[in-house]
C-alpha cells in the first residue's frame, strides 16, 4: 500500500468518527433516546426528562467529555467495581507502553528507516506516491550496523513492557485484596458448590448433605440449597404463569373492573410438584464464616476423590443455571463438541480472510475479474479498495466472533456467567491471533498455516519475511477497528436502530420496560490486546503503526469511561480476575516480537545481533513465571490471613444475624423464587413454588 492509500483509509474514518462523534453528543440529550444512551442513570433515577424544549438540545456539545473524564479511579470502583477497574487499567498500560515505544520508533527508528536504500530511495516532493515500506526496516541495508539501533529499541521495550507488567500486576493484586476487605459480606464468600454427592437408596440429597457436613464441619456448617434441574423446576413455574394469564383474560372477556379483584393465585399443584422434584447431585452449602467456606472448599473431602467435590460459588445473580441439567457424561461430550465448533469456526473464518487478502493485491484482483480493469485505474477506487474495504469486510465478520465463543463457552459446563465470558475472552484472543494475525501475515490455506508452526524452526525466518510486508495492512486495521469501532461503540448503532424500529410498536407500552446491559468485557478485552500484540510486533518493524494505536487508546479510554458511567451496570463481579489474561496475553505479544526480531536479524544477514536477541525470549519467560508464583494465587483464592481478619471484624456487626439468615435462600433457582401474582399485572414476594432450602435449625 501507498502512503495516499492510507490516507484515504485514515480520512474515511476520521470522518465517520466525527459523525459518530457529533450525532452523540445530540441524540443523546434528547429524552426519547435516554434508553439508549443513559439506561442505567435511567434506572437509577438520575437521568431526569427536562420539563420544556431547549435549543441547545439540537446542537453538539462536549460536555460528556468533561463527565467522562472527572471520576477518580475509586469512584469508579464504587460504582461500576473492580472489573470495571481493571479494564481502565488495560488501557492505560497500553497508553504508557506505547507512549514510550512511540517515542522511540517514530523520532530514532523511522529516521533509520528511511536512510536505507534497500528498496529504493525515498522521493520527498511526492511523499504520498511512496510505499509505506520506506518507513519500515526491509528499507535498512542487508548487514548494516544501524540494525544494532533496532535491536536495542527491542530490549529497551521488553525490559519497559516487564517493568510495567510487574507494577500493575502488583498494583491489581493489592486492589483485589482491598476490595475484599472493604465490602459487605457477600454469599457467595461464604458458600460452596458441592457435586458428585452420593446418595444412599431411599434417601435424598439434601438428606446426604445434612449428614455429611453435620458430621465432618459441625463447627462452621449453616444451611444448604439442593439444585433441581432446570426443566421440571421451569415446567411448574410455567404453568402457574399460564394459569394466571389464561385467568386474567377470562376476567377480561366478562368486563370485571380491575379495581375489583386483586387476587393472589394459589394453584394446586401437588401431585405434579411431587413429580417436577428431580433433585441434581449438587448443592449450594453456605457457612457461618468465610473460612469455614474455605476449608471446605480446599479440602480433599472424602477418601474417594470423585465424589463431594468443591468448588467456589458464584454470586447469586451470576449462577449459570442450565449446567446444572447436564450429566457428567453430557459435560464430557460437550467439551469435545467445543473444541470441533471452535475448530470449525476458525476453518470458516478463513474465507473473508482469504478475500481480504484478495483485495489488497490489485493485480490479483485484475487476473481474476479482467473486466473490472478500467474501474480499478482510477486512482480513487484503487485506494478504497486496498485501503478502506478489505479493513470494512473484516470488521463485519469480527463482529459475529465474540457472541458465538460465547455461546460455545457455555456448553463447557461452567457454573457462572463470569467464568463463561472468561472463557470466551481466552477463545477470542486466540481466534483473533490466529485467524486475523497469522493468517493475513502468511497468506496461505489452514492446512498450510498447520505445517508452518509444525516445523518450528522455520517459524521466525517465515514471519521475518511476512510480517513487515503486512505493515501497512494492519495499519489500516487499527484505524478501521480500532477508531471507527470504537466510536460506534459510542454512538450504540444497533441498539439505537433497535430503539427506532421499535418506538411505533410501543407508543402505549410502559416506559420503564427496558434493561440495563452489562459490559461485554469477551468482546473488547480482546480487541484491546490484539492491538497491543500488532504494537508490539510492529513498533521496530513499521513504527508508523504507533501513532494510529495511541489514537485509538486515547479514543477507548474517554469513550469506555463514558459507557461504564452511564450505559452499562454491572451484572458479576469477579475482582479483576481477568487481569492474569492480559498478562499473559502480553507476554505472549512480546515472546513472538522477539521471535520476529530473531528472524529479521538473521534475514538481514547480522548474525551477531540474532545471537544477542536469544536471552530475550528466556528472560521473559522467567519474569512471567515468577509472577505467576508471586501473583497469580491472590487471583485464585484469598488467604487464611484476609480471612480471619475479615471475619473478627464481622463479629461485631450487628447485622451479621440478619444477613446469614437470608443467606439460608440466597441460591434458590430462578424459578424458584416467591411469587406472587395479581390482577395488576405486579410480582411480589409470597411463598416458593417448591421448598428446596434445608436448614440446620
Not at 587 to 600: C, E, K, N, P, T
Request: charged share 15%; proline share 6%; aromatic share 14%.
Amino acid at each position: 500500500m501507498i502512503v495516499s492509500g492510507l490516507l484515504t483509509s485514515v480520512g474515511i474514518n476520521f470522518a465517520l468518527c466525527i459523525i459518530f462523534f457529533t450525532l452523540y453528543s445530540v441524540l443523546r440529550k434528547q429524552p426519547g433516546n435516554y434508553k439508549v444512551y443513559a439506561p442505567r442513570l435511567l434506572a437509577e433515577g438520575k437521568a431526569h426528562r427536562p420539563s420544556r424544549f431547549h435549543l441547545n438540545r439540537l446542537v453538539p456539545t462536549p460536555g460528556w467529555l468533561k463527565n467522562a473524564w472527572v471520576p477518580s479511579e475509586d469512584q469508579l470502583l464504587s460504582y461500576s467495581g473492580l472489573d470495571a477497574v481493571v479494564f481502565m487499567r488495560i488501557i492505560i498500560f497500553s497508553l504508557k507502553v506505547f507512549s514510550i515505544a512511540g517515542f522511540i520508533g517514530i523520532f530514532i527508528l523511522v529516521p533509520v528507516n528511511c536512510s536505507g536504500n534497500q528498496l529504493h530511495d525515498m522521493d520527498y516532493v511526492n511523499i504520498t506516491n511512496n510505499s509505506l515500506e520506506v518507513f519500515s526496516i526491509s528499507n535498512v541495508n542487508n548487514g548494516s550496523n544501524s540494525l544494532w539501533i533496532h535491536l536495542g529499541a527491542v530490549y529497551v521495550v521488553t525490559i519497559v513492557v516487564c517493568y510495567l507488567l510487574y507494577t500493575e500486576y502488583r498494583y491489581i493484586a493489592s486492589k483485589r485484596i482491598n476490595y475484599f476487605c472493604s465490602v459487605k459480606p457477600q454469599p457467595h464468600q461464604y458458600t460452596v458448590l458441592v457435586s458428585n454427592i452420593p446418595v444412599s437408596k431411599g434417601s435424598s440429597v439434601g438428606a446426604s448433605v445434612v449428614n455429611f457436613f453435620t458430621e465432618n464441619h459441625p463447627a462452621t456448617y449453616l444451611s444448604h440449597v439442593v439444585v433441581h434441574r432446570k426443566r421440571k423446576v421451569w415446567t411448574v413455574a410455567n404453568a402457574v404463569r399460564n394459569y394466571y394469564r389464561t385467568f386474567i383474560n377470562h376476567r377480561r372477556v366478562k368486563k370485571i373492573a380491575d379495581a375489583e379483584v386483586n387476587l393472589n393465585v394459589n394453584v394446586n399443584l401437588n401431585v405434579r410438584i411431587d413429580k417436577s422434584r428431580e433433585e441434581v447431585q449438587a448443592a449450594f452449602v453456605s457457612f457461618k464464616t468465610r473460612y469455614g467456606a474455605a476449608i471446605a472448599l480446599h479440602m480433599l473431602q472424602a477418601n474417594n476423590p470423585t465424589q463431594w467435590l468443591t468448588e467456589q460459588a458464584p454470586e447469586p445473580q451470576d449462577v449459570y443455571w442450565p449446567f446444572f441439567s447436564s450429566t457428567f457424561m453430557g459435560r464430557w461430550i460437550s467439551k469435545l463438541l467445543v473444541i470441533l465448533s471452535c475448530t470449525l469456526v476458525t476453518i470458516l473464518f478463513l474465507i473473508p480472510v482469504f478475500i481480504v487478502q484478495g483485495l489488497t493485491n490489485l493485480a490479483q484482483l485484475e487476473s481474476y475479474f479482467p473486466f473490472l480493469n478500467s474501474i480499478l485505474t482510477m486512482s480513487i477506487v484503487s485506494q478504497v479498495i486496498t485501503g478502506y474495504l478489505p479493513n470494512l469486510i473484516l470488521q463485519v465478520s469480527l463482529k459475529i466472533v465474540p457472541p458465538i465463543m460465547k455461546v460455545i463457552s457455555s456448553q463447557q459446563g461452567y457454573i457462572s456467567v463470569s467464568e463463561i465470558e472468561r472463557s470466551a475472552c481466552h477463545k477470542v484472543i486466540w481466534f483473533t491471533v490466529w485467524n486475523v494475525f497469522f493468517a493475513n501475515v502468511l497468506s496461505a490455506s489452514a492446512f498450510s498455516l498447520l505445517f508452518i508452526f509444525l516445523e518450528f524452526k522455520d517459524i521466525p525466518s517465515k514471519l521475518a519475511v511476512s510480517v513487515p510486508a503486512q505493515a501497512s495492512f494492519f495499519i489500516a486495521y487499527v484505524v478501521t477497528l480500532g477508531w471507527t469501532s470504537t466510536s460506534s461503540e459510542l454512538f450504540r448503532v444497533i441498539p439505537f436502530v433497535g430503539s427506532l424500529l421499535s418506538k411505533p410498536c410501543s407508543k402505549n407500552s410502559n416506559e420503564n420496560n427496558f434493561s440495563v446491559p452489562s459490559f461485554p468485557y469477551h468482546q473488547d478485552i480482546p480487541k484491546i490486546l490484539f492491538f497491543g500484540l500488532l504494537g508490539f510486533t510492529y513498533f521496530f518493524l513499521a513504527p508508523l503503526i504507533i501513532p494510529f494505536l495511541l489514537g485509538y487508546f486515547s479514543l477507548a479510554y474517554i469513550i469506555y469511561r463514558n459507557q461504564l458511567l452511564n450505559v452499562y451496570a454491572p451484572k458479576y463481579e469477579s475482582a479483576g480476575k481477568f487481569w492474569p489474561i492480559v498478562h499473559d496475553t502480553t507476554i505472549f505479544s512480546l515472546v513472538l516480537m522477539q521471535f520476529i526480531a530473531f528472524g529479521i536479524f538473521t534475514l538481514k544477514k547480522l548474525p551477531h545481533a540474532t545471537a544477542v536477541t536469544f536471552p530475550l525470549p528466556v528472560f521473559t519467560l522467567l519474569f512471567n513465571e515468577y509472577c505467576r508464583k508471586r501473583f497469580l494465587p491472590i487471583f485464585m483464592a484469598y488467604s487464611t490471613e484476609t480471612l480471619l481478619k475479615k471475619d473478627k471484624e464481622d463479629e461485631n456487626d450487628p447485622d451479621m444475624a440478619q444477613f446469614l439468615y437470608q443467606l439460608r435462600s440466597a441460591y434458590q433457582h430462578p424459578a424458584l423464587v416467591p411469587t406472587t401474582y395479581s390482577s395488576s399485572h405486579s410480582d411480589t414476594l409470597h411463598e416458593p413454588l417448591i421448598p428446596t432450602a434445608q436448614v440446620r435449625g
